[in-house]
Nanobody, 117 residues
Framework: QVQLVESGGGLVQPGGSLRLSCAAS????????MGWYRQAPGKERDRVAM???????TYADSVKGRFTISRDNAKNTVYLQMNSLKPEDTAVYYC???????????WGQGTQVTVSS
């Protein structure tokens, strides 16, 4: 089993920055794609960014140019650097690991990001 633990959320003013981290522990023997999703109150959970095992990245249009996803395979950790934050970025952010071999997914517990003055 794989456990994901997120950190780095909080309250930030518009235009500010935050860096989220998600560390995996447990039976990490397979290769995964890693991603970040977010869910605002009353809305569905949407993918924000994703990075493949070889470092290819994709982003939601709403965060392109402001957010950067990266991974450290040696540490089984994925990061999300969020710059120029806007109030509409307010949500609970979840990390996601998707195992290539069988498409099984693992989720973190979520971390709250609030952008407000």
């Amino acid at each position: 089993q794989v456990q994901l633990v997120e950190s780095g959320g909080g309250l930030v003013q518009p235009g500010g920055s935050l860096r989220l981290s998600c560390a995996a522990s447990g039976s990490i023997f397979s290769i995964y794609a890693m991603g970040w999703y977010r869910q605002a109150p009353g809305k569905e959970r949407d993918r924000v960014a994703m990075v493949t095992a070889i470092g290819l990245t994709t982003y939601a249009d709403s965060v392109k140019g402001r957010f950067t996803i990266s991974r450290d395979n040696a540490k089984n950790t994925v990061y999300l650097q969020m710059n120029s934050l806007k109030p509409e970025d307010t949500a609970v952010y979840y990390c996601n690991f998707k195992r290539y071999s069988d498409n099984v997914e693992f989720w973190g517990q979520g971390t709250q990001v609030t952008v407000s003055s």
